[in-house]
């Protein structure tokens, strides 16, 4: 596990797991229509500051899963 997001005001709680790929290729789906890899700069331009800190805190291997508060799209 790598980081617990909160959106209390929502009452949502998402709790974020790093994975590696094991096979396969990508493909479009019903619930994803377009995929790219991109580095680590570019996530803080592609999505709200309330995900791409999920990307990030997932992207440091040794670190303690990180417990974060947000309002959906900025971190509190």
Do not use: S
């Not at 590696?20 to 592609?46: H, N, P, Q, S, Y």
């Amino acid at each position: 596990m790598t980081g617990a997001y909160k959106n209390m005001a929502r009452g949502i709680v998402a709790l974020v797991f790093r994975c590696k790929i094991t096979g396969g290729e990508l493909e479009a789906t019903d619930e994803a229509t377009g995929f790219r890899w991109v580095g680590e700069r570019d996530i803080c331009e592609l999505a709200a500051e309330a995900y791409a800190i999920r990307v990030l805190d997932a992207l440091q291997m040794n670190a303690a899963p990180a417990v974060r508060h947000h309002d959906g799209t900025h971190l509190l």
